[in-house]
């Protein structure tokens, strides 16, 4: 379902974006001075506004998927939130210290009630968003990602191609690293606990 060509491409361009503001030493984020994230406003899972502001002082963990995924965004979900469990037991003050976040890229089927249930069933912190599809797709630009609705079938049933990318934002909404996520939970831990301060 995936365009895996696609997520390299992408991962790519992000790490070169981090270069254009000259050499980083070891010590700097993979993504420091990307030009991607910013402002936006949603819908959370309560039917209420969320501005990117809600969340200013806090890390953000921001994957974009859709709860109908078949496959790929529920295995994503699976390995991020073990490991940002694997955070929580090792170090919970680190832990709180991130919000993540799943927002959809499938806004016409993605209901704040469906958005709940999909993210409940990975961990209670994780927060989906959704919106109209003006919303969501300024999102997508704005944080550098793609997304793109198949043809419907003949049930009016589709798929949506997107990357698939979890991505690490700082306490003011910067980038900061692509978190992989094919890994164990330990090792998702250890790379959260090295860029959170």
Known sequence: ????????ICATAFLALSACGGPASDESPPLQGARMGGAFELVG???KPVKDTDFAGQYR??????TFCPDVCPVDMQRLMQ?????EADDKAVADKIQPLFITVDPKRDTPEALTEFTNAFHPRLLGLT???AQVDD???RYGSYAERDKPNAQGGYLVNHSNNAVLYGPKGEPLAIIAHEGEPKEIAAELARLVK
């Open 1 to 8: 379902m995936m365009n895996r060509s696609l997520n390299l």
């Open 45 to 47: 899972e309560n039917g």
């Open 61 to 66: 963990l921001v994957y974009f998927g859709y």
């Open 83 to 87: 490991g940002f469990k694997a955070l």
């Open 131 to 133: 919106g109209t599809e």
């Open 139 to 141: 999102v997508l630009a």
